[in-house]
């Protein structure tokens, strides 16, 4: 889908970065000043690298002698801030792309826009600009959509009510690279993780695998870290569902799919406990059979320990002091004790 | 009606469309020139800016003097055209030149504030929508600027209006060819006893002034609404 190895430097700051990635939604997360909006202007043709090439659904767009403008590439670019063209209508904004004859309708009735197609963007709040500018991208049917942290100027509560709209677009086919420094956008809507740092791509490959990853949790951040499991709801009770994953059976606030619904949930490390022998009257709802496969010590005085549970993995960060007092090592049967409110509204997705 | 001589009206009517003519005639080059020097990044653009400039600051008979070089049949341009019956010293389409000259750095001006002020992330947006640059400047750019554009070309309607020192350097002041109103309220200065038609005259030409500034500010609201979407 997406084939690139490009170098471009100005100043003190130098990106370098190669890439091979497939359908579906790659996620390129890393801090600020990484290069990640640097990496997607490049593909969208927005900026020139010094050299390399770049390939998406296999035609050449960068290369040497090669160097396609924007607007002959056909990649979508929802942008940060919402650019909306503040003398068209949200109809004309829409429709500003797209080609002759295609109706906004459908896109519109997606993103719950309908009703504003008559309004100019100028009345539009944060929200619904954010919603119109995915529809005005997606109604120009690209063959790549990059989506550059569209959330990022939006409050928490906006950005939890916007995601599951991405999550449509997603599942509306068209391939996505999606530039975010929030796990739980990735978590929730990627299926590839690329990881940035300074100019460089560190790690790419399934989602899961990397957030689980305790060498690379460390670096995320320990409050980032966690398992990202998916499952099906197969009931609701007491305001709680319960939802079978890799990992077993487990009862979350929070979902609200009928049973059936495919969800993705998120365990942060930091909300998993570990215990030697089966824990008896304790109020915690979710308590698995696992295995330590890996403790990884960082800095500090915490430790990652990766755990195998049923067919999946789940991440626990404890101290270092429990690490040794409850001898944990390899292959060293436990139990994974998870709190029902260690799962957050924003880690639930469809 | 204000009771006027004939050669009063004729000055009226002769100004009219010169400035007209001057204004639309020099508005596709200050477009160009005003993009040259808002978005240009080359070599020289700080002496285009200075050129472009220099009616402003140069003394208007100096102007028309430097005109008057140019297009005189002897001059450089003035060799090339007279001898094609495209000359224009002298007659009122070298009136066009002064006033449009004299006018070129106001409208350049005006137009280059407004591109400056457009969001170039607007226009990269439509960019990444598939609009060449073209389309871009038509359905993005040209909307933007519309007020500065109306902005232009009322200070440079007026500028030309008035026009009167390279005007007369370089066309004199013939009656019914090159005689503005300008030029004609000096004549009747000359002339002792013609206080009333030249009280006319100057009557006419503050009310055309005004008339624009009335016009423009009327319009330039509304332009700006349409654009910003209220």
Redesign the interface.
Known sequence: MLDLAIRRGTGDFTLSASLTVGSGVTAVFGPSGAGKTTLARCIAGLARPDAGHITVDGEQVFGPGVDLPAYRRDIGYVFQDARLFPHLTVRANLLYGAAAGVSPDAVAEMLDIAPLLSRRPSGLSGGEAARVAIGRALLRAPRLLILDEPLAALDQRLRGQILPYLERVRDGGIPILYISHAIEEVARLATTLVLMKAGQVTHVGPVGDILSDPEIATRLGPSQAGALLEGVVIGHGDGLAAVDTQVGRLHVAGVEGAEGTRVRIRVRAEDVIVATEAPQGLSALNILPARVVAVHRGQGPGAMVRLAAGDGSLLARITQRSVARLDLTPDRPVWAIIKTSGVGRIDVGG | MIDLPPEAWEALSLSLRVSVVATLVSLPLALWVAHLLARGRFRGRGLLDAVVHLPLVLPPVVTGYALLLLFSRGGPLGAVLEPLGLGVAFRWTGAVIAAAIMAFPLVVRAIRLAIEAVDP??E??????????LR?WR??TL??IAPGILAGVTIGFAKAFGEFGATITFVASIPGETRTLPSAIYAFLQVPGAEAPLRGLVGVAVAVAILAVLVSNWLAPRVAA?????
């Open positions: 992330k607007l990269e947006a439509a960019a990444t929508l598939g609009a060449s640059p871009i359905t993005v909307p933007m349409r654009i910003a979407g209220r």
